[in-house]
């Protein structure tokens, strides 16, 4: 049994990560587990769990479990959970009574629970104490040991806890059973180093690991091989690629291969200002096929908040990185993060970052309350604001997030774009996509157009998404 440790999870070392590439194994005693069993995975959080969850997947299929579509028919039941904000918990306590109660009826129904929160320390804990049930409990760092834990539980019938509060290693040659057939996550790092003062994930995630640039591209190489379109290149700061290799090869030398490798559509999630160069914004103006799209989190508009998150940028520093892609990349969308109600924030430095958002008018933001984070450092902030003034700061921003999308996606109606119909919407006979800004767009279209880039005219407009019709003699264009 291993158990989490938040102190543990805050060290740092110079230590080099390792790239290990023969770590997988499955054990024969397990190799057939899942003949005949179904499987079910409930992802919660970011782009990095899941995919995650796309990883966890493969290996359960590597012991032969197949997949369903929900957890009443499952024999298997995988939790992966993101402990970003306190809400994300609530969600996870009321998945967990749903599963206990299955397994009332189906005694045999394994459950393991993983992701960001089964690195929290007190969470684990109680976990342990009044969840006696759950069978494997596993951390972000050794997914690719489930079938050994499983293993173990067999033998023995007691919970399996290993949870590994570790800097952490790169680990390759792990199997992925991909969501989509058409685009395709692809981790270029791992971990953070940033120490935000509110946030979890250098906690839950270990330090900043940068892949071999050579295993990335080979990667989307294959994807590209394989029929992909489009990749997104995943990670915390996606900017600082690199820097904790010790080599000279930087994000815009691997965006620059990767655009290269002449994959049709190319992303990468998540930008912190701090590291964004002029370097990388030439390659981004340079190659067709990386998407005019940057997801910016601002977090806040006031200096003094600035600085107590520890972000390491001024507003002015940010408002000139903006105006830079702005004026670089024609046409570019731009979305950001902010957290209002963070401890000190007060009255003035809420209108700071409301009339900053008024002025750069993004694309879209994602706006949340702060939510304390055991163990970060603004835990322990005095915080006198009352919750009912933060959700009035929250609704007051919102309105005007909602005024900016709806205006910037007004100037896309009667407009040609170009959307990979990636799949079904939720409308009848509709397809759904996102076009190279990242605007979510809803096409009449039949099935046979799934995966396929079209040039699409956009015929109305709403907040949140465009409709639009196929421009038929353009119509696959690709
Ligand atoms: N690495 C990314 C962010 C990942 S978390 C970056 O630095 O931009 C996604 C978003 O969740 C953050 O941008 C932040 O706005 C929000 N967030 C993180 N911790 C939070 C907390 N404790 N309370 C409220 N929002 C938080
Ligand atoms: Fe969290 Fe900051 Fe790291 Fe983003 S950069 S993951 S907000 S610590
Ligand atoms: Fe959540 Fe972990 Fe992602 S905390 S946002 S799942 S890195």
């Given at each position: 049994m291993n158990m989490p440790n938040m102190k543990q999870a805050r060290l740092r070392t110079k230590n080099p990560h390792k790239i290990i590439k023969d770590d997988y194994i499955i054990p024969t005693n397990v190799s057939n587990i899942g003949k005949n069993k179904n499987y079910h995975v409930i992802t919660y959080g970011c782009q990095m769990n899941v995919h995650d969850s796309e990883n966890i997947k493969a290996i359960l299929e590597d012991m032969k479990y197949k997949e369903v579509n929900t957890i009443d028919k499952a024999d298997i039941i995988v939790i992966n959970t993101c402990a970003?904000?306190?809400n994300a918990h609530n969600k996870v306590t009321g998945m967990l009574g749903r599963i206990k109660h299955l397994k009332e009826t189906k005694k045999d129904i394994i459950t393991i629970f993983c992701g960001?929160?089964?690195?929290e320390e007190n969470y684990v804990k109680n976990l342990t104490q009044k969840y006696k049930w759950i069978d494997i409990i596993v951390g972000t760092h050794n997914y690719h040991k489930i079938p050994i834990y499983l293993e173990n539980i067999m033998k023995d019938k007691k919970q399996e806890v290993e949870v590994f509060s570790i800097e952490g290693d790169v680990y390759e040659n792990i199997p992925v059973k991909r969501d989509s057939k058409y685009k395709a996550w692809v981790n270029i790092m791992y971990g953070?180093?940033?120490?935000?003062?509110?946030?979890?994930v250098p906690y839950t995630r270990g330090k900043q690991r940068s892949r071999d640039h050579l295993d990335i591209l080979d990667e989307v190489k294959k994807l590209k091989e394989n029929g992909y379109l489009e990749v997104t290149l995943l990670g915390q700061n996606v900017n600082a690629y690199g820097k904790d290799l010790n080599i000279n090869y930087n994000m815009a030398n691997l965006l620059e291969d990767v655009a290269k490798t002449n994959i049709k559509r190319i992303r990468f999630v998540t930008s912190h200002p701090w590291d964004f160069t002029d370097e990388m914004l030439d390659v981004i103006a340079k190659?067709?096929?990386?998407?005019?799209?940057i997801h910016l989190p601002l977090q806040s508009g006031s200096n003094k908040i600035l600085k107590l998150m520890n972000r390491r940028y001024t507003k002015e520093e940010y408002i000139n990185l903006f105006n830079k892609i702005k004026e670089k990349i024609p046409n570019v969308s731009i979305t950001t993060d902010i957290i209002v109600g963070f401890p000190n924030e007060t009255e003035e430095d809420f209108l700071e970052t409301l009339n900053l958002v008024k002025k750069l008018k993004y694309d879209l933001a994602y706006t949340f309350i702060f939510s304390k984070r055991e163990?970060?450092?603004?835990?322990n902030m005095e915080d006198l604001t009352p919750l009912e003034e933060k959700k009035t700061r929250l609704a007051r921003l919102n309105e005007v997030v909602n005024e900016n999308a709806y205006a910037n996606n007004l100037k896309y109606l009667n407009e040609e774009v170009e959307v990979l119909l990636e799949d079904k919407s939720d409308k009848e006979g509709y397809l759904m996509g996102y076009t190279n800004t990242m605007k979510l767009v809803n096409v009449k279209a039949?099935?046979?157009?799934?995966?396929k880039i079209v040039k699409v005219k956009i015929t109305d407009v709403k907040t949140w998404s465009l409709d639009g019709s196929l421009v038929k003699e353009l119509a696959n264009v690709r």
């Amino acid at each position: 049994m291993n158990m989490p440790n938040m102190k543990q999870a805050r060290l740092r070392t110079k230590n080099p990560h390792k790239i290990i590439k023969d770590d997988y194994i499955i054990p024969t005693n397990v190799s057939n587990i899942g003949k005949n069993k179904n499987y079910h995975v409930i992802t919660y959080g970011c782009q990095m769990n899941v995919h995650d969850s796309e990883n966890i997947k493969a290996i359960l299929e590597d012991m032969k479990y197949k997949e369903v579509n929900t957890i009443d028919k499952a024999d298997i039941i995988v939790i992966n959970t993101c402990a970003i904000r306190e809400n994300a918990h609530n969600k996870v306590t009321g998945m967990l009574g749903r599963i206990k109660h299955l397994k009332e009826t189906k005694k045999d129904i394994i459950t393991i629970f993983c992701g960001c929160m089964a690195q929290e320390e007190n969470y684990v804990k109680n976990l342990t104490q009044k969840y006696k049930w759950i069978d494997i409990i596993v951390g972000t760092h050794n997914y690719h040991k489930i079938p050994i834990y499983l293993e173990n539980i067999m033998k023995d019938k007691k919970q399996e806890v290993e949870v590994f509060s570790i800097e952490g290693d790169v680990y390759e040659n792990i199997p992925v059973k991909r969501d989509s057939k058409y685009k395709a996550w692809v981790n270029i790092m791992y971990g953070c180093d940033k120490f935000c003062s509110y946030c979890i994930v250098p906690y839950t995630r270990g330090k900043q690991r940068s892949r071999d640039h050579l295993d990335i591209l080979d990667e989307v190489k294959k994807l590209k091989e394989n029929g992909y379109l489009e990749v997104t290149l995943l990670g915390q700061n996606v900017n600082a690629y690199g820097k904790d290799l010790n080599i000279n090869y930087n994000m815009a030398n691997l965006l620059e291969d990767v655009a290269k490798t002449n994959i049709k559509r190319i992303r990468f999630v998540t930008s912190h200002p701090w590291d964004f160069t002029d370097e990388m914004l030439d390659v981004i103006a340079k190659y067709d096929n990386i998407m005019p799209y940057i997801h910016l989190p601002l977090q806040s508009g006031s200096n003094k908040i600035l600085k107590l998150m520890n972000r390491r940028y001024t507003k002015e520093e940010y408002i000139n990185l903006f105006n830079k892609i702005k004026e670089k990349i024609p046409n570019v969308s731009i979305t950001t993060d902010i957290i209002v109600g963070f401890p000190n924030e007060t009255e003035e430095d809420f209108l700071e970052t409301l009339n900053l958002v008024k002025k750069l008018k993004y694309d879209l933001a994602y706006t949340f309350i702060f939510s304390k984070r055991e163990s970060t450092v603004a835990y322990n902030m005095e915080d006198l604001t009352p919750l009912e003034e933060k959700k009035t700061r929250l609704a007051r921003l919102n309105e005007v997030v909602n005024e900016n999308a709806y205006a910037n996606n007004l100037k896309y109606l009667n407009e040609e774009v170009e959307v990979l119909l990636e799949d079904k919407s939720d409308k009848e006979g509709y397809l759904m996509g996102y076009t190279n800004t990242m605007k979510l767009v809803n096409v009449k279209a039949d099935l046979s157009y799934l995966g396929k880039i079209v040039k699409v005219k956009i015929t109305d407009v709403k907040t949140w998404s465009l409709d639009g019709s196929l421009v038929k003699e353009l119509a696959n264009v690709r």
